[in-house]
């Protein structure tokens, strides 16, 4: 069974200043991954997606993330941030196999970005 | 497209009653989730449909708990009796089978005192 591991619960960090929220999933089978931001308040927004070809994605606001099958990873980055992009972001594998797949949320992590 | 609709956005009831969400899901999608979220649990999948037929309703925490989709634009998450520890966000996501990602409406907040 898929299971994915949000290594930090909460990270902070200054205005301007580069971030990378951890990602590990665990899977025997092809293996999709998604990034997902939640403002708070408001429901889950997709931010990237990885689904195949190039490694590395790119997403909405900014954000990147780099598909390592190796370590089995999906971290996200964004080389500065801003105060917007405190929010709550959720890594969320999927196990697709023939015609049914379902993400698998994480327990999020918390970015607070502070001035 | 007005995205994945949901109504209430706030609810408040007293304990005993009954609750009904609603939820529209984007039209043409043929997958529709239910998912709670709370501090202490985080999002917990209750129930999905496909084809607006329920696949694993595993996550549904007791019978109080019931979800109906009669046709492929409308859903239903009810709760009978409603307790206190049912209060949290509610959100309903909507999809196309397959490798694609889900589109979250923005949640009922149910509040039972």
């Known amino acids: 069974a898929q299971s994915v591991t949000q290594l930090d619960s909460q990270v902070p960090v200054f205005e301007e200043a580069p971030v990378e929220l951890r990602c590990n999933y665990s899977?025997?089978?092809?293996?999709?991954l998604f990034w997902y931001v939640q403002y708070p308040n408001q429901g889950l927004q997709l931010l990237l997606k990885y689904l195949s070809g190039s490694t590395l994605v790119k997403g909405i606001n900014g954000f990147e993330a780099e598909f390592n099958k190796s370590q089995t990873s999906f971290h996200l980055r964004k080389p500065s941030v801003h105060i917007s992009d405190t929010a709550e972001y959720f890594c969320?594998?999927?196990?697709?196999?023939?015609?049914?797949?379902?993400?698998?949320f994480g327990k999020g992590t918390k970015l607070s970005v502070k001035p | 497209d007005a995205g994945v609709i949901q109504s209430p956005r706030h609810e408040v009831t007293e304990m005993g009653q009954e609750v009904t969400l609603r939820c529209k899901p984007i039209?043409?999608?043929?997958?529709l989730f239910w998912y709670r979220q709370t501090m202490m649990r985080g999002l917990e999948l209750l129930i999905y449909f496909n084809n607006n037929v329920p696949i694993d309703d595993s996550g549904m925490p007791e019978d109080r708990f019931s979800a109906k989709m009669p046709n492929a634009s409308f859903s239903t998450l009810k709760i009978q009796p409603s307790e206190p520890r049912d209060s949290a966000v509610y959100f309903c996501a909507s999809s196309l089978v397959g490798p694609y990602g889900y589109t979250f409406g923005s949640g009922t907040r149910l509040t039972v005192v």
């Open positions: 899977s025997s089978v092809s293996v999709y």
């Open positions: 969320a594998p999927m196990n697709y196999g023939g015609s049914q797949g379902n993400l698998i």
């Open positions: 039209s043409g999608h043929n997958s």
